[in-house]
């Protein structure tokens, strides 16, 4: 499920990468909140399926007890569906402008947090089993703050975030003639686990990419796709 979102904010990598290389500021922000809208929806849709998991799970003939307890468990994670979804549409709106430290600390921090958090929730708190996914959709929820804070206050994105905006809704549509394909290909893949720095270098190049061609430098692109084939054999 949470490949699923990956994929699907994944429109935003083309669409904010472009409207950044264009200068076209504003509109970053405006692609911004039309994913959120999309991810938003996906996320109740999903926590529909996740709150029936155990009779799903039943008749996919897995054994009742097991059911019984991975049903539990995405159960409590349910609001942190929400919380990874925009998360994941910020991080694109922040690749694109090319901020990453920013993104390194809101994935440190809350990784840190959550290992005292965990603990605390399964061992002290009398919660048990249901600690571990509680202190996940915790830990989710803080790196989603600790990022619409430094968005919200940050002066590099007086230009690309101007608030919320009904100017995004008519841009959902547009938004999800990219998303679904790039969601259904991140599921088509999962060995993608096995090659997340590959995957890395993907996500790189795709801001770069986008970025020349907005700016209309299709040679710098190209380039940029030259130099992420070779470090991808490279790796290989």
Not at 41 to 56: G, K, R
Not at 194 to 211: E, L, W
């Amino acid at each position: 499920m949470y490949m699923f979102q990956t994929g699907i904010s994944g429109a935003l990598e083309t669409l904010c990468g472009q409207g950044y290389g264009a200068k076209l500021y504003k509109m970053l922000g405006i692609y911004l909140q039309s994913s959120i809208i999309t991810t938003f929806s996906l996320s109740f849709l999903l926590s529909i399926l996740w709150f029936n998991a155990e009779p799903i799970l039943v008749w996919l003939h897995q054994e009742p007890e097991v059911a019984k307890m991975a049903a539990l468990y995405v159960k409590y994670l349910i609001p942190g569906l929400f919380a990874y979804g925009f998360l994941q549409s910020i991080l694109r709106f922040l690749q694109t402008q090319t901020v990453i430290m920013p993104l390194v600390l809101c994935s440190a921090i809350p990784f840190v947090i959550h290992i005292g958090i965990v603990y605390v929730f399964v061992h002290y708190s009398g919660l048990g089993f249901k600690g571990a996914p509680l202190s996940a959709l915790l830990s989710l929820w803080i790196s989603l703050l600790m990022l619409v804070l430094y968005v919200k206050y940050s002066e590099k994105f007086k230009y690309t975030w101007e608030g919320l905006s009904m100017e995004s809704f008519p841009y959902v549509i547009p938004n999800l003639k990219l998303a679904i394909p790039s969601a259904v290909m991140v599921c088509l893949n999962p060995e993608a686990v096995t090659y997340m720095i590959i995957y890395g270098f993907s996500a790189a190049v795709s801001t770069r990419v986008s970025n020349k061609l907005g700016a209309g430098n299709g040679d710098k692109a190209k380039n940029a796709v030259a130099v992420t084939l070779k470090l991808s054999v490279l790796m290989g």
